[in-house]
């Protein structure tokens, strides 16, 4: 199994407060990405790295900010945690990008209340 | 757009048998990849299978196998042999223009004893 893990495994927030979730990868990998999971949309995008400081938008990443000092660690961070964003959420990671395989962290739930 | 498409949102397996889900994409680029990702209820995404656009002959992993037909657009995942620990969400995504995945909704399968 790739090294990867998420912290905090859970959350429980109110509206108007800031979150940050981490990711943390043992396995060296250059690409690191941001999904969430909601009923009936399977995965969306939110921000993805292609290296140290070089991060770029994905699908859905209004109200959320990433940011990627080391290689093995991938911060997302909700400025203002809104209930829209309640969802579960994984950091991916691969080797290259594009069709190299995307192996996945075991996923934060947050709630926003 | 480039869109995924599973429109299987559950199935019912009796146990043994082989079991095929259904994935069609839509994509005016040459070159892509498809994969199929399994979701059991204990919430991480797990690889299973990865099939080329140029790749010649269809992906086999194990009991899992593509069934990738180019001019319908279809990735169908198969899986032979079933067993109880199949039960689970499965996800078909695809590689984008912009080398992110685009995931479809994805298929709750139940085994049945």
């Known amino acids: 199994d790739a090294g990867i893990t998420q912290s905090p495994r859970h959350k429980v927030t109110e509206t108007g407060t800031p979150v940050t979730l981490r990711c943390h990868q043992t396995?060296?990998?250059?690409?690191m990405y941001w999904y969430r999971q909601d009923p009936g949309h399977g995965l969306r995008l939110i921000h993805y790295?292609?290296?140290?400081?070089?991060?770029d938008k994905g699908e859905v990443s209004d109200g959320y900010s990433v940011s990627r000092s080391k290689t093995e660690d991938f911060l997302l961070t909700l400025e203002s945690a809104t209930s829209s964003q309640t969802s579960v959420y994984f950091c991916?990671?691969?080797?290259?990008?594009?069709?190299?395989?995307?192996?996945f962290g075991p996923g934060t739930r947050l709630t926003v209340l | 757009a480039q869109k995924i498409t599973q429109t299987q949102p559950g199935m019912f397996v009796q146990e043994k048998e082989a079991v095929t889900l259904d994935c069609t994409y839509d994509?005016?680029?040459?070159?892509?990849?498809l994969f199929w990702y399994k979701q059991p209820s204990s919430g991480e995404m797990i690889f299973l299978i990865y099939?080329?656009?140029?790749d010649q002959q269809n992906a086999t992993e194990g009991r899992y196998s593509l069934n990738f037909q180019k001019a319908r657009k279809s990735a169908n995942l198969v899986i032979s042999a079933s067993q109880l620990g199949d039960s689970a969400m499965y996800f078909c995504?695809?590689?984008?223009?912009?080398?992110?995945?685009?995931w479809g909704a994805g298929t709750k399968l139940i085994i049945k004893p």
């Open positions: 991916a990671i691969s080797l290259g990008g594009g069709t190299d395989t995307q192996y």
């Open positions: 396995e060296n990998h250059r690409y």
């Open positions: 790295s292609y290296g140290v400081k070089d991060t």
């Open positions: 994509t005016s680029d040459p070159s892509y990849g």
């Open positions: 099939q080329g656009s140029y």
């Open positions: 995504a695809m590689e984008d223009s912009n080398y992110q995945l685009i």
